[in-house]
């Protein structure tokens, strides 16, 4: 585990004081944080590990999952958390419920044959790309990325003298190795805050969001394309993400930011 002091203050206390010009700012430099994660480059997917002690190698290894409130929480079996070498064995995993603590609350009946279509329709999927790996095929659709599952306001620190200025973002602990094509990054629902309610103010947060879409789409343009191409894998991982829920209930986000 790497630690290190960051300095400044969090983004989500400063921003009801930040002027328009200021958000718009801070909000590209949010841009530029999400281009970096999606131009490293990884061969499968998983989380990011290390030995330990003095070896600093790192490398993907078992998907890490976010901390839960289940008292002494049993983790799944790391046989079963990958690392993935290619994209269907991940949405498997992820509709199976494979990297699911152990001593959660049994499944209901109803609950395990909603799994069942959606298990199905993932090993169905005429999708060619979600069998191939990075070293097999090197094109966009098989590029495998680092991903903040987590990127919004509250998680960024800005400077104190200037909000603007990004000095560090936190809550790595939920981070992983996706498919570049899986990506939609999340920033503006935070700040759809119960302070944030005047129709000016609204709208402005509408034109940085489009504004923050076309930048990071200029700055990472296979991200973009892919975002059309590959429509149908992500609704894949959305079902694979919410194999129990209720079908009408199972949607694709709107938007992006």
């Not at 998983?46 to 070896?55: E, L, T």
Request: net charge negative; proline share 8%.
């Amino acid at each position: 585990m790497l630690l290190e002091d960051i300095r400044g203050t969090n983004l989500y206390m400063t921003w009801p004081e930040m002027s328009i010009d200021q958000r718009q700012k801070v909000g590209l430099a949010v841009v530029n944080v999400w281009a970096q994660l999606m131009r490293l480059r990884f061969g499968a997917i998983g989380s990011i590990n290390s030995p330990g002690d003095d070896d600093t190698t790192l490398y993907v290894g078992p998907m890490t999952f976010m901390p839960t409130t289940i008292g002494k929480a049993v983790a799944p079996a790391r046989s079963k958390c990958g690392p993935f070498s290619c994209a269907r064995d991940w949405l498997l995993a992820l509709a199976r419920l494979d990297m699911r603590f152990l001593n959660e609350a049994p499944l209901k009946e109803e609950e395990k044959s909603r799994m069942i279509p959606v298990i199905s329709a993932t090993k169905a999927a005429p999708l060619p790309y979600l069998d191939s790996s990075d070293a097999s095929d090197p094109s966009p659709r098989s590029t495998n990325v680092l991903f903040h599952v987590d990127l919004g306001v509250h998680n960024i620190m800005v400077d104190s003298d200037d909000p603007t200025i990004i000095t560090g973002v936190i809550d790595w602990e939920g981070a992983c190795v996706v498919p570049l094509w899986s990506i939609l990054p999340r920033f503006s629902n935070p700040l759809r805050a119960p302070y944030i309610t005047k129709p000016d103010e609204l709208g402005a947060l509408e034109e940085l969001r489009c504004l923050m879409e076309r930048t990071l789409s200029d700055a990472v343009p296979e991200w973009a394309k892919l975002i059309t191409e590959c429509r149908e894998a992500r609704m894949l991982r959305i079902r694979a993400e919410m194999s129990t829920a209720e079908p009408h209930n199972v949607r694709m986000p709107e938007g992006i930011f």
